[in-house]
């Protein structure tokens, strides 16, 4: 049978292996003549691959190209998209300005002007899903750290009002999240954008961007929050994150939900490395992985009503089938309830079933 390369993120479960796949370090992550499955597809994205070698399902493959594109169109077609693009662009430059400003020159943080550019986009009246759906069409920006930066700054909004934060809050959690990796603007690009893994060193140096934020932003006239969220944003309430091994009592809430929105925001997002994943992959991601490494007062609020948002939502099943999402399944929340034709499916009840992209 013929082999065809395709980009990871055309990858399907019941899809046969081709040829062996290593890591960028040379280890052997999937054998040939395995069969994919969800966990399998993860973890290479995980891993940083790209493309892999499958046996030829062209007819299949096609399709659902065809289907991710015209739905990738459609959305950018919209003229609440390209009210947002137009504002979003902006605000990305109006950032990227400022904060260079304080990085080089020691200048002081203009938190109204920060607050505006934040108010620039909430105005579009772009909440839930549809937030996501806006950031999501941003990923062709070139200025990862500045972009990244906006999204998880919108993605705090979004929390905070699902939590239901004051106005004061929830502007202020917002600040947090958009001033969170400012660090990052002290470490040499080529190694945020580096392919593949990073060598220990390279880690080492990489990490330090918590501290280097947090002594950007110790010298502002800022709520204390907003410096400790710098800080502490890679901390685990399980005590394996840093820069300190801080454990759950000793992180400031802020820093949760700013972690949670950057884990997400960073799995959804097309890297260098690796394709974005799918909401409902980082959802299951954060289920098995997530409650003891992120406080679960703030990441089960967030899994929930992230997979709420996508209820009547079109999705593309990882057996080539259309479905609709009709329920959420609240034990299993990567695993809804879907509608194909007629049928119902519960794919909490259906191992190796489930949604590989919304539609």
Not at 41 to 47: A, D, T
Not at 91 to 104: L, P, Y
Not at 221 to 231: P, Q, T, V, W, Y
Not at 326 to 344: C, D, E, G, R, T
């Amino acid at each position: 049978m013929q082999i065809r390369k395709i980009p990871i993120h055309y990858a399907r479960a019941n899809m046969t292996i081709a040829e062996n796949i290593y890591d960028s370090m040379g280890l052997l992550l999937v054998t040939e003549d395995t069969a994919l499955t969800p966990r399998i597809i993860i973890k290479l994205k995980l891993h940083g691959v790209n493309q892999i070698g499958v046996y030829d399902y062209r007819k299949e493959i096609d399709i659902f190209v065809d289907e991710q594109m015209t739905y990738l169109d459609r959305v950018r077609q919209t003229k609440t998209f390209k009210s947002f693009q137009v504002d979003f662009s902006k605000s990305v430059d109006e950032f990227r300005k400022d904060i260079n400003e304080v990085v080089t020159n020691n200048k002081e943080i203009n938190i109204p002007k920060l607050t505006h550019e934040l108010d620039r986009l909430l105005a579009q009246n772009v909440t839930g899903s549809s937030m996501f759906e806006m950031l999501q069409c941003m990923r062709e920006y070139d200025d990862l750290t500045y972009v990244h930066s906006l999204n998880v700054g919108l993605i705090c909004h979004v929390i905070g009002g699902w939590l239901n934060f004051s106005k004061e809050d929830n502007y202020l959690l917002s600040l947090c999240g958009l001033l969170h990796d400012v660090g990052k603007l002290c470490i040499p690009k080529k190694l945020i954008t580096k392919p593949g893994k990073l060598t220990a060193e390279e880690f080492t140096t990489v990490k330090a961007h918590a501290y280097r934020g947090y002594e950007i932003l110790k010298k502002q006239n800022i709520d204390e929050r907003i410096k400790l969220a710098a800080l502490m944003h890679h901390e685990k309430c399980d005590g394996t994150g840093y820069p300190d091994g801080l454990k759950s009592e000793q992180i400031i809430d802020f820093a949760k939900i700013v972690a949670v929105a950057d884990v997400y925001d960073a799995m959804t997002a097309n890297r260098v490395y690796r394709a974005g994943l799918c909401p409902f992959d980082v959802i299951e991601l954060f289920e098995s992985d997530g409650l003891q490494k992120f406080d679960p007062k703030f990441l089960l609020p967030f899994l929930e009503r992230t997979s709420e948002s996508y209820i009547n939502h079109d999705v593309y099943l990882s057996n080539g089938q259309k479905a609709r999402v009709i329920m959420i399944n609240k034990a299993a929340l990567s695993k809804p309830v879907v509608q194909v034709s007629q049928q119902f499916i519960d794919l909490s009840q259906r191992p190796g079933l489930h949604i590989r992209a919304i539609l």
